[in-house]
C-alpha cells in the first residue's frame, strides 16, 4: 500500500549534525526522522509568528526598564533595611516583628518583580530584542 501523503529524499547533512540528530531523537524516544520532521515543522511554526509592530517593540522594552526601576527601588530599601541592621551599636531587641516583616516583604516584592521581569524578557527576545541584563544588588560598603 503506497503512501501518497509523504515524500522520500535524501538529506546530505555531516556526521556530526547526524550524531546530534540521533542523540535527540533517543532523548525524546522516536526516529531520526521524525526528530527531523518535528524540528522542520516548528521552523516553519516560529516563521508563522506576527511581526512585533515597532511600538510593540518599545512598549515591551519601556515596560523592562520600569520594571528594573522598581528592582532598584527594592534593592535600595533591601539595602537600608540590611546596613541599619548591621550598623554597631544596633543590638536585636530593637529588632521587632514588624522590622522582620517589612523586610520579608521587601524580598516577596522583589522576588515577584524578577519574575515578572523574565517574563517580559522572554516575550521581548522572543519578538527579536536583545537581552537586557537585570539589575544587580549592590551592597554599600560599611564604613569603618
Known sequence: MADDARS????????????????EADAHSHSVNAE???RLETSFDDALLPT??????RHTFW??????DAIKSALSVLN????????????????????????ESVHTK?????????GKQDYFMKIGGPYIPEPAMHRKERQS
Open 80 to 103: 537600608e533595611v540590611e546596613t541599619e541592621y548591621s550598623t554597631p551599636g544596633w543590638c536585636l531587641e530593637n529588632r521587632t516583628q514588624a522590622s522582620d516583616d517589612f523586610r
Open 36 to 38: 527531523i520532521i518535528q
Open 8 to 23: 522520500t529524499f535524501t538529506l546530505r547533512a555531516s556526521r556530526e549534525l547526524l550524531d546530534r540528530l540521533k542523540s
Open 52 to 57: 512585533p509592530r515597532p511600538e510593540q517593540f
Open 110 to 118: 522583589l522576588s515577584d518583580l524578577r519574575s515578572l521581569r523574565r
Open 63 to 68: 515596560e523592562i526598564q520600569a520594571l528594573d
